[in-house]
């Protein structure tokens, strides 16, 4: 594997392997001062981490921060969210992801960054909410989230919701909560992406 440094705005080193990250990715991650290790994406994640990145401290923070926390990162990728979440304070984060190839990712970047992290390599279970007594939870599962409409409540944190059938199944059923769009590109509008707070 061959890892290379550049320097954003002479600041902070940045490790990129394999020379192929974007450079949304590289000024994303520049402003991540706590970053002492590369990590490892697979393509499809390096373009997420392009999209997305720049939208989590809005979303994937809640108002008391991440400071101690345990979280549940469902549809955890490679662990650019975990590395998100521990730069964020987090102290523990359990992983959820069920693509064979990105949670071999994440396992490998929990051994770079030395994180105190659980992996589990299966689809998201309602039962996963029960592993820990979370502080804070990242359900972001491509449509998997439907299992959550058979909750009487959803727990504290973040649910990603993908289409707008699904944004109104939500709605009907948690009106309580609080849903933002996410900005989307132009191209990508039909396929709505929104997000569920729960303070």
């Known amino acids: 594997m061959k890892i290379s440094y550049g320097l954003a705005k002479g600041r902070v080193p940045i490790p990129v392997i394999d020379d192929l990250w ?7 991650l520049a402003r991540e001062r706590r ?7 697979l393509p499809w994640h390096r373009l997420m981490l392009a ?5 989590w401290d809005t979303f994937y923070v809640p108002k008391g921060g991440l400071t101690g926390a345990t979280v549940l990162d469902a549809g955890a990728g490679c662990g650019e969210t975990a590395q998100f979440f521990f730069n964020r304070g987090a102290s ?10 990105a949670f071999d990712c994440f396992t490998m970047n929990a051994l770079l960054n030395h994180w105190n992290s659980v992996a589990i390599n299966e689809s ?7 592993l ?4 804070f939870v990242k359900i972001d599962i491509e449509g998997g989230e439907a299992c959550l409409l058979g909750l009487d409540s959803l727990p ?6 993908h289409g707008r059938e699904m944004r109104k199944r939500f709605m009907a059923r948690f009106a309580r909560y609080d849903y933002d769009p996410f900005p989307l590109s132009e191209n990508l509008k039909h396929d709505m992406v929104s997000y ?3 303070p």
């Open 156 to 161: 504290r944190g973040i649910v990603e919701l």
């Open 124 to 130: 998201f279970k309602l039962a996963h909410l029960n």
């Open 22 to 28: 974007p450079a949304d990715c590289i000024r994303y």
């Open 132 to 135: 820990r007594d979370f502080d």
């Open 35 to 41: 970053l002492k290790s590369p990590l490892k994406l």
């Open 92 to 101: 523990e984060v359990v992983a959820v992801e069920k693509d064979r190839a």
């Open 196 to 198: 569920v707070r729960i």
């Open 51 to 55: 999209r997305e990145g720049q939208m």
